[in-house]
């Protein structure tokens, strides 16, 4: 199982990448392998201002559909437009070119309520 150090996660399996007052979220590889073959990726919320834990979208593998949980509170301000033609990017490649979302935050300090690498591992390993 692949968990960079880099990244922040939450207990709904997304990551988060900080980069000054803007996120990058996608699942994490433990997620993706969860839910198998990834078919269809539902992003509706382009350009509207949610809170942390509410629903942006939707993941749909061959064995089920899950929502995706806004990790952060902010504004979308970009979808992964690539995984419209190419879901299987997120199996693939989780941590990169697999992302789904950028977020304009609207509450920074909301990062602090977030799971590091280790906590995230432990979480998922029980």
Known sequence: MNVPENLKYTKDHEW????????TVGITDFAQGELGDIVYV???????TLEAEDVFGT???????SDLFMPLSGTIVAFNEQLEDAPETVNEDAYGSGWMIKIKLSNPAEVENL????AYTSLVTG
């Open 42 to 48: 539902e992003v509706e919320t382009l350009d509207e």
């Open 59 to 65: 993941v749909e593998a061959v064995k089920t559909v």
């Open 16 to 23: 988060v990448k900080i980069e000054g007052d803007e996120a």
């Open 115 to 118: 799971l590091d690498a280790e």
